[in-house]
């Protein structure tokens, strides 16, 4: 994990639904999170971080790069709807490729009756 994903995790700013698919996902197979992000340009610390970029490689995995990568994109769009996420890409990067999921907002905010 990057040294950004692991503060981001520290101080407890990552989705609940993202961790809970995350945590699933390495249930099977180790997970290398290169980046936790928000598609929100200047949204607060108090919001939470719902995307994340994952490595489409594990060594320990025993499956070859795309193999891995097929099962890492499958595995996140057979998810119930309320772990599913809203968006799965996948792209080149010079360090090889990233899947990122991210999560929609929350469509309502509960608070107090007024």
């Known amino acids: 994990m990057s040294a950004q994903a ?3 995790l520290a101080k407890g700013r990552v989705d609940s639904r993202l ?6 996902l390495s249930a099977r197979h180790s997970v290398r999170i290169l980046a936790f992000g928000d598609a929100n340009p200047g949204a607060g610390p108090a919001i939470p971080l719902r995307s994340a970029d994952l490595a489409t490689a594990d060594g320990t995995a025993g499956l070859s790069p795309a193999a891995y990568r097929r099962w890492l994109v499958s595995f996140l769009r057979a998810q ?5 996420a809203s968006s799965i890409t996948v792209r080149q990067a010079p360090g090889g490729t990233i899947v990122r999921v991210e999560f929609a907002a929350p469509s309502a905010i509960i608070g107090p009756a007024g």
């Open 6 to 8: 692991r503060s981001a």
């Open 19 to 24: 961790l809970a698919t995350l945590a699933a």
């Open 80 to 84: 119930r709807a309320e772990y599913r």
